[in-house]
Antibody, heavy 122, light 107 residues
Framework: QVTLKESGPVLVKPTETLTLTCTVS??????????VSWMRQPPGKALEWLAH???????VYNTSLRSRLTISRDTSKSQVVLVMTNVDPVDTATYYC??????????????WGRGTLVTVSS | DIQMTQSPSSLSASVGDRVTFTCRAS??????LAWYQQKPGKSPEVLIY???TLQSGVPSRFSGSGSGTDFTLTISSLQPEDVATYYC?????????FGGGTKVEIK
């Protein structure tokens, strides 16, 4: 059974660094042709893609947030980590991690975590 | 970057109505186009991938079509459980852009 679970702080102060962890199970980050993305959704607003790590370890980022984001993975821990620097109240959102099978087997982002709400406030 | 524009932003229809909403890309990118349904307070779920392929378990009243830059999602007979916001997304390569969503309500 494939699952993804986000974890991280509930409250972060402006200018601080936010670190979010996605722990996956039911598939291997090192063996499967699977990539993992982080998305977010401010309250009442649309989904926004943030960053993606491919099975090859190639990383891609949202153009407007690129300078503040770092995505990485620890295959031994089955975790994908997103670091966002210099947070602002506009970064208040529910953050989701989700996976996609690569290549011809892709069904788009077929498994999502339940999301974690992060509030940026002093 | 490719932009994805959805229309309308919201719609209200009666149970049993056929509803169609659209997603337009600022340039063509291939066939990696997906539609997601997000119910209030829940995570998104994929309905359709590769423009028109129904995800396993999704009711057959949902269908997708399109090519190039214009794509559509159709619900052939709207049901109360279809109240949700629907998003399109290109998922081939960066940026993995979402449309702004279409919120569906029942009259």
């Amino acid at each position: 059974q494939v699952t993804l679970k986000e974890s991280g702080p509930v409250l972060v102060k402006p200018t601080e660094t936010l670190t979010l962890t996605c722990t996956v199970s039911g598939f291997s980050l090192s063996n499967a042709r699977v990539g993992v993305s982080w998305m977010r959704q401010p309250p009442g607003k649309a989904l926004e893609w943030l960053a993606h790590i491919f099975s090859s370890d190639r990383k891609v980022y949202n153009t407007s947030l690129r300078s503040r984001l770092t995505i990485s993975r620890d295959t031994s821990k089955s975790q994908v980590v997103l670091v966002m620097t210099n947070v602002d109240p506009v970064d208040t959102a529910t953050y989701y991690c989700t996976r996609v099978q690569e290549g011809s087997e892709s069904h788009a982002f077929d498994y999502w975590g339940r999301g974690t709400l992060v509030t940026v406030s002093s | 970057d490719i932009q994805m524009t959805q229309s309308p932003s919201s719609l209200s229809a009666s149970v049993g109505d056929r509803v169609t909403f659209t997603c337009r890309a600022s340039q063509a990118f291939g066939t990696s186009l997906a539609w997601y349904q997000q119910k209030p307070g829940k995570s998104p779920e994929v309905l359709i991938y590769a423009i028109s392929t129904l995800q396993s378990g999704v009711p057959s009243r949902f269908s997708g079509s399109g090519s190039g830059t214009d794509f559509t999602l159709t619900i052939s007979s709207l049901q109360p459980e279809d109240v949700a916001t629907y998003y399109c997304q290109k998922y081939d390569d960066a940026p993995l852009t979402f449309g702004g969503g279409t919120k569906v309500e029942i009259k």
